[in-house]
């Protein structure tokens, strides 16, 4: 049976209300996010971004050591706010980079380098992703 028009539509602009919800509950919360044997944040590299690991409590955290194996030492960790990750944070990196939030947990959520996301000077929206590819050429 076809959806009726606009079905999808209305499915995806709900969808993009519930992450701006998310979003700001991101931002307005204190996260942990450990710390890599060098002292610096914990990332993990995926599909060209760089993805800063955040948790949500010292059990997810946990979760994550435990699912890498490391679940037996020490894990160093820092308290930042998720507005800082977002928009201190990421752009320091000086690559394409967003915040993984409960990594291999069942509720983990991306907040990916997008406008709207961190700061338009670390975006890499496609729009933009595009004309560079361009200009590449």
Known sequence: MAEPTGSADVRAE???????????????????VPIDPYGSLWTADQGGVRWICAFTNQETLAR?????????????YRTVLGARLLD??????GV??????????????LFPPV??????????????????????R
Not at 16 to 28: D, H, I, N, S
Not at 65 to 76: I, L, S, V
Not at 88 to 93: A, D, G, N, Q, T
């Open 14 to 32: 709900q969808a993009r209300r519930e992450f701006a919800v998310l979003l700001g509950e991101f931002r307005r919360t204190a996260v942990l």
């Open 96 to 109: 394409p980079a967003g915040v993984a939030l409960d990594a291999g947990g069942d509720d983990g959520v």
């Open 115 to 136: 406008r709207g996301v961190v700061p338009d000077s670390a975006a890499v929206d496609l729009e933009q992703a595009a004309v560079d590819l361009e200009a590449a």
């Open 64 to 76: 994550f050591a435990y699912a890498r194996g490391e679940g037996g030492r020490e894990w160093e």
């Open 88 to 93: 201190v944070l990421v752009p320091k990196l």
